[in-house]
Structures are given as structure tokens and as C-alpha cells.
Nanobody, 128 residues
């Protein structure tokens, strides 16, 4: 069974930066390979629903971002390393959440239920 593993979370001051990574390993997808999956980042703050941060399609072009992170966050992928990244700059306290990566075969989506594979999450805390 394929595994998605997030890393890079932590505590950061407002205005700071973090880079999250999501490495896919441990087996094969039921269909296709990493390069045929849209990779998304979601986040869930305490007491709130899980929301999409953004995604990068299997093509790797024109990533989608939710409005609240546009201009601050960047998603990229390295298909040779089976890894997707989330570069977060100008972090705000409202960005505090558990961050999850997710994979969807050949299609894009913004809803958690659209995605087939999930990581365990990494915590990001933005506080002074």
C-alpha cells in the first residue's frame, strides 16, 4: 500500500516561512504512478473543516490556490523523487493548522472526498 508522508511542519513566527514536503513511498498506487496523480495540500485548523490549500495537476502546470494563500504559498512537484512541496511564505496566525497532502488519479479537485490517498499530516503553528 502506497504511503504519503508529510514533513517540515513546526512553529514559526508571523511573517516567517516553512517548506512542507510530501513523499510517496512504500508501494504502488492502485492505478498509474505518481506522475499521473494530482497532488493537493489541505489543512484543518482546530474546530474547523478540512479545506483545500491548493493542488498541482499531474501535468504540473498552473497550480490552483485558495484565495487566502495566493501570492504567499507555492506548490511544486518532483516526479523523479515522488515528492510534492508546499512553500509557505509570509505566514500568518490564521495559517495555523494540520497540513495534509492527498493524491487523486488524473483529475483535479478541491473537496477532501475527491481524493483517494492521504498522508497523516504535519502540524504548522504560526505564533509570536
Amino acid at each position: 500500500q502506497v504511503q504519503l508522508a508529510e514533513s517540515g511542519g513546526g512553529l514559526v513566527y508571523p511573517g516567517g516561512s516553512l517548506r512542507l514536503s510530501c513523499a510517496v513511498s512504500g508501494g504502488t498506487f492502485s492505478r498509474g504512478t505518481f506522475s499521473t496523480y494530482t497532488m493537493a495540500w489541505f489543512r484543518q485548523a482546530p474546530g474547523k473543516e478540512r479545506e483545500v490549500v491548493g493542488y498541482i495537476s499531474w501535468r504540473g502546470s498552473s497550480p490552483y490556490y485558495t484565495d487566502s494563500v495566493k501570492g504567499r504559498f507555492t506548490i511544486s512537484r518532483d516526479n523523479a523523487k515522488n515528492t510534492v512541496y508546499l512553500q509557505m511564505n509570509s505566514l500568518k496566525p490564521d495559517d495555523t493548522a494540520d497540513y495534509y497532502c492527498a493524491a487523486k488519479y488524473f483529475q483535479n479537485g478541491v473537496r477532501p472526498q475527491d481524493y483517494d490517498y492521504w498522508g497523516q499530516g504535519t502540524q504548522v503553528t504560526v505564533s509570536s
